[in-house]
């Protein structure tokens, strides 16, 4: 059985990070990334599109859900500037784009997960892959790993980074979690996809994407409003528009899309002659009756489940954490990332509260190593 000094459970955005920095803090020889899949870094490729939104230069706690309040003294120590400088002095050049949004300057992700796995091999930290997780105990001063085939790794320390259930429908890291004396919230979807009642509409939408203004309504209250693209789905609406809406919509509510917000309708109608055909996708044009391409409605059926969610809203409380993400519960671990009761907006929030409590947790953990 192999002995660590740092065993990384999750080889996701924070797990990787986070081994980077510990490696390079207590040496990466001292240091393994155990990841339950066949590679690491799969989710990480799929963010923003295959672009990978790292940060924003507007992270703030009115940004995010959850426990806002316990996660602001970090947001304030590892502001985006912070972030982006550390990523450069690994060689990652970025760019901002709109919106604050940060991006690597070859706006490819697999230019993130390339940097971060030469930097693991560089410092010598080993990737285990297919170790899925089945168990942690304690054991002489320290923590016994095992994995469902039986394999087992002891480490003297321990950072859980497993991500959340969305996308995967993975539940192994809160079990984790929860062998380590903490307790979960409630899951949901965080920035989900929404199912709409208009069946037979939206089927014929499928796979088309519209520019427009949203809003959303429940009865004669505006709930929200804002401008984007918006992509119809085989059971509804899905894109950041959408997305931005997912955490406050209840069934019943309604979605009304201004497909052409650039222009009046009789301006419209002087410009067409009261058809769309010219203006919108041919699937569109025919769906959306003219006097309704203003405002064109659908109702909300239910947002989508975890498996389509781009984060999960819930976790791990901070209350069961100090401030630099080390368990209050079970002291010698850390938690870090998705699996924390803390979900952010569209835009490259989620990734940067990945790489916060990744740091945090690592230099924290090489403070201890260091004592």
Same mark, same amino acid.
């Given at each position: ?29 001292h ?17 923003g599109?295959? @672009? ?5 230069? @507007? ?21 985006p ?12 050049v ?8 940060v ?5 490819? =992700? ?55 259930? =969305? ?57 929200? @409003? ?94 069961q954490?100090d ?28 990734? @940067? ?19």
């Amino acid at each position: 059985m192999q002995k660590y000094r740092l065993a990384v459970i999750g080889g996701g955005a924070a797990g990787l990070l986070g081994a980077v920095r510990a490696g390079q803090l207590i040496g990466g020889r001292h240091v393994v990334v155990l990841e339950a899949g066949p590679r690491v870094g799969r989710k990480l490729l799929a963010t923003g599109n295959g @672009h990978c939104n790292l940060t924003n230069l @507007h992270v703030a706690p009115a940004q995010y859900y959850g426990d806002v309040t316990a996660a602001a003294p970090l947001l304030d120590l590892y502001p985006p500037q912070r972030i982006i400088g550390y990523f450069q002095s690994l060689g990652l050049v970025c760019r901002v784009q709109t919106e604050g949004r940060v991006y690597p300057y070859s706006n490819q =992700a697999s230019t993130v997960l390339n940097i971060l796995r030469e930097r693991l091999q560089a410092l010598d930290v080993e990737e285990r892959c297919g170790f899925p997780m089945k168990q942690i105990r304690r054991k002489e001063g320290g923590f016994l790993l095992t994995a469902v085939d039986g394999a087992q790794v002891y480490a003297q320390r321990v950072l859980l980074c497993t991500g959340g259930a =969305a996308q995967t429908g993975a539940m192994s890291g809160y079990t984790i979690a929860r062998q380590l004396g903490h307790t979960v919230t409630p899951l949901h979807a965080g920035l989900a996809p929404v199912e709409v009642q208009e069946t037979k509409r939206i089927r014929a939408l499928k796979g088309v994407r519209a520019q427009a203004a949203v809003t959303l309504w429940r009865g004669k209250k505006r709930l929200a @409003h804002t401008e984007g693209e918006v992509q119809f789905t085989e059971r509804g609406l899905s894109g950041i528009c959408i997305f931005t809406f997912s955490r406050m919509v209840q069934s019943g509510d309604v979605i009304a899309l201004d497909l052409v917000p650039d222009y009046t309708l009789p301006r419209l109608r002087e410009l067409t002659g009261g058809s769309l055909e010219g203006v919108l996708h041919k699937a569109l044009a025919r769906a959306c009756p003219f006097d309704q391409c203003k405002d064109f409605r659908f109702t909300v059926a239910q947002v989508a489940p975890l498996r389509q969610a781009q984060i999960t809203a819930g976790g791990v409380p901070l209350a069961q954490l100090d401030a630099r993400c080390g368990s209050l519960r079970s002291p010698g671990a850390w938690l870090a990332g998705e699996i924390l009761n803390l979900d952010g907006k569209c835009g490259g929030f989620n990734l @940067h509260w990945a790489w916060t409590t990744a740091l945090a947790a690592a230099e924290a953990i090489a403070k201890e190593e260091n004592q």
